[in-house]
């Protein structure tokens, strides 16, 4: 019997240790009770990640933190940081008053682009395309709202840069997820747990 007792603890132990691996991670930003400038030298940190923005010195750009998400100016960059590397980034945005030269309902081909670096080293990019819709398609096809979603997952990046297109003056951005990296000790239990059964699995059949 503690046999029996001892091989389901140790499946419980991998079963844990399986689901620790690749965990998304929500970044709740109805944690923020107050609106806050994130524009350089601000930010704002939830969880592992720190949120910034470089205006580069504009004067002019700007980007704020709130409950909904994340709104600014589009020619500044926005920046994550995260204090454990993360293998997996997802999130919405929306472009305001944007400019479609296309016209309603084609994509805005260069409406998003981040750069993805570890310890200050380029490991990857994605550009995202935006559907477009016109505020009055009748009186003018190509102004209007852009939006649309990046999906990334690639080696463990430390920072994400993201950038806006310029043909809207305005971006927000919400539904942010993560997928840190394992802590060690994840990898450590998971180990444990899989030479542990190995073990049982040849002690039970020595005995049988």
């Known amino acids: 019997m503690r046999l029996y007792i001892l ?9 844990c240790a399986v689901t620790a691996l690749a965990v998304p991670v929500p970044l709740d930003f109805s944690s923020v009770t107050a609106t806050t400038d994130i524009t350089i030298p601000n930010n704002a940190t939830i969880g592992d990640v720190t949120m ?22 589009t020619a500044g960059m926005l920046a994550f940081d995260f204090s454990r590397p993360a293998t997996a980034l997802s999130l919405n945005f929306m472009l305001f008053d944007a400019f479609s030269a296309t016209g309603d309902g084609f994509p ?10 570890r310890e200050g080293n380029i ?23 852009a939006f649309g979603a990046l999906n990334y997952s690639g080696p463990a990046f430390d920072r994400a840069e993201m950038y806006f297109s310029f043909d809207a003056p ?9 997928e840190p990296v ?5 990898f450590v239990l998971l180990a444990a747990g899989l030479l542990g059964l190995g073990g049982w699995r040849r002690f039970a059949r020595n005995r049988g």
């Open 123 to 145: 490991l990857d990019a994605a550009a995202i395309a935006a559907d477009f819709s016109a505020y009055n398609p009748a009186n003018d096809p190509t102004l209007g709202l």
């Open 7 to 15: 091989a389901l603890s140790l499946l419980i132990q991998v079963a």
């Open 182 to 186: 394992p802590e060690p000790a994840t």
């Open 108 to 117: 805005m081909s260069d409406a998003f682009a981040a750069i993805f670096s």
């Open 170 to 178: 305005f971006f927000s951005l919400d539904n942010v997820v993560y």
């Open 52 to 73: 910034s923005y470089d205006s580069f010195d504009s004067g002019l750009d700007f980007a704020i933190i709130d409950s909904a998400g994340i709104f600014g100016t």
